[in-house]
Every structure is written in structure tokens, then in C-alpha cells.
């Protein structure tokens, strides 16, 4: 299930997350929204902005692994960026910055190892994904 929301700030960015789902999994869109706009607006972006979030299972996540990274195991999150090289804006002139993939079974565990919250776990992850769309190492 996509679903899209934009909200238009004043000399902010106007942003779009769409965000997918697995039926099975219970996460909540508006925290995840609210941290993707939040870490947009800080890092200055403007105009119209779209990043996607998409929550998985581990197979969906180890076949993503395998082919785009080469290694046969899943993750907790990739990132899948656009913008490498000159920035791509589509036709409607909304800079498309790039997906976020996050598997669900892996913030479950994690959480549960790290005594925290499966919400705190997803946005740890969320902005970990989003910091790399915006080209800002974690290392």
C-alpha cells in the first residue's frame, strides 16, 4: 500500500513520502513521515522532495542484498540513492532523492536485543537511510 503526503512549509521543502508496507507488518506512517520531513527541513533541502520508504520481509531484503549489493544475507536497510551525479528531477520538477528499504524481521530482532521501542529501531534505521540518500557518511 503506497500512500503520499505533502506538506508545503514556509522556505522549506515540500515533501513526499510515499511509503510501502507489507500487509503483515504494523508500523506507523505518521512517525515515519514526520522524521523523514524533519531530517530534510534540517539538512536545508527546498522545492518539491520525494524519498520512499519501504518496510520488507528478510526475503524480499536478501534478494535486494544479492542483487544490488552482492551478498547473499539479509540487512536491517539499503538505500537505493538517485541523486549519484547530477541531481534528477522529474518531469513535475520534484527532486527524487531515492528509496529506503528496511526489513522488518531484523528491526524486530534488533529492537529486542537493544531493549528499544520496534518505532525507535525503524527510525534509527529510517534516518540511518536517509543520512546516505544525503550523501552524509556514518563511518
Known amino acids: 500500500m503506497q500512500d503520499e503526503l505533502r506538506r508545503p512549509g514556509l522556505n522549506m521543502a515540500e515533501i513526499q513520502v510515499p511509503i510501502f508496507v507489507e500487509s503483515r ?21 527546498s522545492g518539491k ?13 536478501r534478494e535486494l542484498s544479492k542483487k544490488y549489493k552482492g551478498e547473499d544475507k539479509t540487512r536491517n536497510v539499503l538505500s537505493f540513492s538517485q541523486t549519484e ?32 521501542l520496534v518505532d525507535e529501531k525503524i527510525e534509527q534505521l529510517v534516518e540511518h537511510g536517509i543520512m546516505n540518500l544525503l550523501g552524509i557518511s556514518h563511518e
Open 25 to 45: 507488518y504494523r508500523v506507523s506512517r505518521k512517525r515515519i513521515r514526520n522524521l523523514v520531513e524533519s531530517l530534510l527541513n534540517k539538512h536545508s533541502l
Open 49 to 61: 522532495v520525494e524519498v520512499s520508504i519501504a518496510i520488507v520481509g528478510d526475503r524480499k531484503m
Open 85 to 116: 551525479g547530477e541531481p534528477t528531477k522529474t518531469p513535475s520538477d520534484v527532486l527524487f532523492l531515492g528509496d529506503v528499504v528496511i526489513s522488518y524481521p531484523q528491526v524486530i530482532r534488533e529492537a529486542a536485543a537493544e531493549e528499544v
